[in-house]
């Protein structure tokens, strides 16, 4: 049958003078941000840490998260429901092989949080894809890697943050501002709490592996030598094996702490030039004369911290000192250094102002607080430390070369090789 043409006609007439209903949403109304302005992100390896820093991603209006890859199914599955219970809907993917996720020409930015053997080369090849990167800590395992990293991305211009958010948490912001201030004198010692230096190259005894659907042990090793596997390590028990875990654990806290000296003591461009280990500590100096050193933190004060709390800083000037840990709290040598206000008290481990840091600099192409550079060097301090005390004798390093001077025992720890195929 034909549809008449007078029928057609004013049906086609209301059609187009139908207004068209389009969620607010979509149009960036009530508090809502068009999905034309949302940075699409995607995941990599995201464990308990992980989903700590994801909570943080998610919490933003302009993010949406799509999906996440990881080796073992339970670990994806758990982020898949996650994000699909924040969106109320089914749209997060999962998937075990990371090339999915870089391959997506939809995705602008990947949070990298799986554990210390694939920082690096993950990280580079995210840079490769075109990807802004945001990278749990430690994120290197090696002097080399931190080279690679930083070549990486300023080489594919992109943005980095490095998990180190205590850069952006108030009490170790306002630690580091006094210092910087002159208000504390001249400079003399920074002190940074580390974990119980340790490492182990022995193999846990052999197991069953699992279906690959459910632990692909093969991409879990990635990077890392070959050895049997072991379930205590996909839960989390990696730590403290040399072929996992970088330099006597000493960056898994030194990310941090160490970081945090390097940026109080205006050194974010250099490192120190000599490193002695005496026992667990480790002293370091700058050749300005600066001291840095490297000590074990305690839980409640113990160890001459003031302040109690994980990761404690110090910084020590002619006129004063300050002490910052994750409590959120601060302890100063003079009531005057608190005039004009006290800072906010917040977890040393919250990472919502630094994500919120990374965000912003992907829209505005800037550095964060823990860019590639920053990060370059403050990781190297922690490896060149790691090396000396393992040697057990004091190395001199030369900040420009980045290489250990006159020391080929040295130098020759400051690269391991890669397990092929994962040459980044």
């Known amino acids: 049958m034909k549809t008449p043409r007078r029928h057609f006609l004013k049906t086609a007439a209301l059609a187009i003078g139908m207004p068209t209903i389009i969620p607010a949403a979509v149009l960036g109304k009530n508090g809502a941000v068009a999905p034309s302005n949302r940075i699409v992100v995607g995941g990599i390896g995201i464990g308990p840490r992980g989903r700590e820093v994801l909570k943080a991603f998610l919490a933003q209006p302009d993010v949406q998260f799509v999906v996440d890859a990881d080796v073992q199914e339970t670990r994806r599955e758990v982020v898949r429901v996650m994000v699909n219970r924040h969106y109320q809907n089914q749209d997060c993917r999962k998937t075990w092989d990371m090339a999915e996720v870089l391959a997506r ?19 580079i090849m995210a840079a490769k894809a075109g990807k802004d990167i945001y990278c749990e800590k430690p994120c290197s395992m090696t002097i080399r890697e931190s080279q690679e990293i930083a070549d990486g991305v300023n080489r594919y211009g992109r943005v980095f943050q490095a998990g180190t958010q205590r850069r952006n948490v108030d009490n170790f912001k306002f630690a580091a501002a006094l210092a910087r201030s002159g208000k504390l004198g001249k400079i003399r010692t920074v002190h940074a709490g580390i974990l119980t230096l340790q490492e182990s ?21 990635g990077p890392a030598p070959w050895r049997p596997f072991n379930k205590d390590y996909i839960n989390g028990r990696w730590r403290g094996y040399y072929d996992f875990h970088g330099g006597a654990t000493l960056p898994e806290w030194g990310a941090h702490t160490v970081d945090l000296c390097q940026w109080a003591a205006s050194a974010d461009d250099t490192v120190p030039v000599e490193f002695e280990a005496e026992g667990q500590t480790i002293h370091g100096r700058y050749a300005n004369g600066v001291k840095l050193v490297m000590r074990l933190a305690g839980f409640k004060g113990e160890g001459n911290w003031v302040v109690p709390g994980t990761c404690p800083v110090r910084f020590e000037g002619d006129e004063g000192w300050v002490e910052a840990a994750d409590t959120g709290k601060v302890a100063v040598s003079s009531p005057k250094l608190l005039e004009g206000g006290v800072p906010a008290t917040m977890a040393g481990t919250d990472p919502s102002k630094h994500v919120r840091d990374f965000l912003d600099c992907i829209k505005t192409r800037g550095k964060p607080a823990a860019n590639v550079d920053v990060t370059r060097r403050g990781h190297i301090v922690s490896h060149a430390a790691a090396i000396g005390w393992r040697l057990g004798r004091k190395v001199n390093f030369d900040p420009v070369t980045e290489s250990f001077v006159n020391d080929p025992d040295a130098n020759r720890m400051c690269s391991r090789a890669r397990r092929a195929p994962w040459h980044a």
Not at 105 to 123: E, F, K
């Open 201 to 221: 190259h022995k193999w846990l005894p052999a197991e069953a592996e699992p279906a690959r659907e459910l632990v692909n042990w093969d991409r879990w090793l």
């Open 105 to 123: 020409p939809d995705i602008d930015a990947v949070l990298i949080a799986t554990g210390d053997r694939w920082h690096a080369v993950a990280s």
